[in-house]
């Protein structure tokens, strides 16, 4: 059975820059799409960052583009949230999540469909 940690999270100040983790266990991730997820308080949760399990495709919502970078080592069993420029609306808990190819879809609003094993998250705050 997949299981998924993220690690990475913490403290940062606006500006500044965090590299998230996604480590699998159970499973290989090279077959999977993983998604970067988050979770402000009070509200729900959103899609930010999908890669492709076949063949590494990314997609960004909007609020992220060109601030963050999904990327894999299938070597490693990871995935990555590279985040830089980091504002204090970035506040959230982050989740990562895999998903079936050909089923996984997140959408440029953040919503998403078809992600079968999650992790539990881990914080991040940004702020002064």
């Known amino acids: 059975q997949l299981e998924l940690v993220e690690s990475g999270g913490g403290l940062v100040q606006p500006g500044g820059s965090l590299r998230l983790s996604c480590a699998a266990s159970?499973?290989?991730?090279?077959?999977?799409?993983i998604g970067w997820f988050r979770q402000a308080a009070g509200k729900e949760r959103k899609g930010i960052s999908l890669?492709?399990?076949?063949?590494?495709?990314?997609t960004y919502v909007d609020s992220v583009k060109g601030r963050f970078t999904i990327s894999r080592d299938d070597a490693k069993n990871t995935v990555y949230l590279q985040m830089n420029n980091l504002k204090p609306e970035d506040t959230a808990v982050y989740s990562c999540?895999?998903?079936?190819?050909?089923?996984?879809?997140?959408?440029?609003?953040?919503?998403?469909?078809?992600?079968?094993?999650w992790g539990k998250g881990t914080l991040v705050i940004v702020s002064s």
């Open positions: 890669i492709s399990g076949s063949d590494g495709r990314t």
């Open positions: 999540a895999a998903g079936v190819p050909g089923t996984a879809t997140m959408w440029s609003d953040g919503g998403y469909y078809g992600m079968t094993s």
């Open positions: 159970g499973s290989s991730l090279d077959y999977y799409d």
